[in-house]
């Protein structure tokens, strides 16, 4: 049984940054794809980052790139997104989702319907 979980989120002032962290168990192969998608209500799901299995492919949503880091320890089955200049419009529910594929990332790759794994999400909400 495949479990994603996030963590990290929380309620910070703009210009702070955050870490939020997420774990994926269960998976029964190596090659798999992870991203970060947030949501507000009302709105769609929309993609953050995605990075491949070995770490060495990203993908960024163009809104986002230079705040926004995306890694992963494959050793720890752990993946991160480092949010640093955190904005108000930042406010959102956090997901974390993986997917079985070992190739590289691209905008084709990191979109919602792409994924079969999701978290529960986890809050962030950022005061002005």
């Known amino acids: 049984q495949v479990q994603v979980v996030e963590s990290g989120g929380g309620l910070v002032q703009a210009g702070e940054s955050l870490r939020l962290s997420c774990t994926a168990s269960g998976l029964t192969t190596d090659d798999y794809v992870m991203g970060w998608f947030r949501q507000t209500p009302g709105k769609e799901r929309e993609e953050i980052a995605c990075?491949?299995?070995?770490?060495?492919?990203?993908y960024y949503v163009d809104s986002l790139r230079g705040r926004f880091t995306i890694s992963r320890d494959n050793a720890k089955n752990t993946l991160y997104l480092q949010m640093n200049n955190l904005e108000p419009e930042d406010t959102a529910m956090y997901y974390c989702a993986a997917q079985r594929y070992g190739g590289n990332v691209d905008r084709k790759i990191c979109r919602e319907w792409i994924f079969a794994y999701w978290g529960q999400g986890t809050q962030v909400t950022v005061s002005s």
């Open positions: 990075i491949s299995w070995s770490g060495t492919s990203t």
